[in-house]
Nanobody, 124 residues
Framework: QVQLVASGGGLVQAGGSLRLSCAASGRTFSSYGMGWFRQAPGKEREFVAAMTCSGSNTYYADSVKGRFTVSRDNAKNTVYLQMNSLKPEETAVYYC?????????????????WGQGTQVTVSS
């Protein structure tokens, strides 16, 4: 079992950058595929990015390709989401999620563990 704590959200102007972090408890972090999702008010949760347990493969939603980068440090039990050139429509609560012994996935239902979310607000 793993517990996830997301942080790093905040208020940023359009075009700005933020780096989200997701710290995981437990000694088997390197066994988990990790994902980032977001949910804006009144909208469904949507996939943002994912990374395999080894970090060798990454996947992105088309809307964030070239601007967002997911990475992980297994020694620190942490996954990151670097977000550049942010847009106002990307205002949302951002969640990290973990998938035991799984690869990366864009489906929220494939993840068994979720962090509490961190608010990202992009002003125009």
């Amino acid at each position: 079992q793993v517990q996830l704590v997301a942080s790093g959200g905040g208020l940023v102007q359009a075009g700005g950058s933020l780096r989200l972090s997701c710290a995981a408890s437990g000694r088997t972090f390197s066994s988990y595929g990790m994902g980032w999702f977001r949910q804006a008010p009144g909208k469904e949760r949507e996939f943002v990015a994912a990374m395999t347990c080894s970090g060798s493969n990454t996947y992105y939603a088309d809307s964030v390709k070239g601007r967002f980068t997911v990475s992980r440090d297994n020694a620190k039990n942490t996954v990151y989401l670097q977000m550049n050139s942010l847009k106002p429509e990307e205002t949302a609560v951002y969640y990290c999620a973990a998938r035991l012994r799984g690869g990366a996935s864009y489906r929220a239902t494939d993840y068994g563990y979720w962090g509490q979310g961190t608010q990202v607000t992009v002003s125009s």
